[in-house]
């Protein structure tokens, strides 16, 4: 049984008062997560490196970097030097094995994030090789959409074919994870979530950390 882990996603904080949002939220966190969109893979374009190494240089925290990109082995080692996890697209990586394994010899941990039409199927053959699966919930490229409802079987299939190729891997959820929905999520397969709006624009983040987490376990 994993225990829960939530990263929250900056691309839902208030980037005028941007360490003021990452210290509410610090003690209770358990990485942050970084939204890298390009305007071309995804219709929208977030932050650069210049935002990724202020993060950096503010706090030591786990660093989680999903990147919505095309061409991303572009990238792979100047992210490298400021984060601790990449996960790239399955959609925009033709050799994704390459891709994995320069993330590992870059010191990173390496995961790979299928948008909601991807069938879990296709990581098969990746998946012994893998730290982490990033399913997105929504379609990617904005923060506050309605969850789709066809992820709780997604992640169950997916759980099921890491019992027996990769038990340690980490699964992952992004996109419109709630209180309502995380128990099932978690009940699924699911141990890490990616959360945005439903924390940083709640009065205290702090609290909604600690809240979501207990609902992920089901304790009252």
Known sequence: MFLPKIYPSILAADFVSLGT????ILNDADGIHLDIMDGVFVPNIT??????????NFTNVYLDAHLMIVEPDRYLERFASYVNSITVHYETVVHLHRTIFEIKELGCDAGVSLNPHTPVFLLEEILPFLDKVLIMSVNPGFTG??????????VKKLREMANKINPTLDIMVDGGVNKENIRELSVNGVNTFIIGASIFHKENPS?????LKKAATGID
């Open 21 to 24: 949002e990452i210290n509410k």
């Open 47 to 56: 932050f650069g490196f210049p935002i990724i190494e202020s993060i950096r």
């Open 145 to 154: 959409q309605k969850f789709i409802e066809t992820t709780f079987a997604k």
């Open 207 to 211: 609290v909604e950390i600690k809240e």
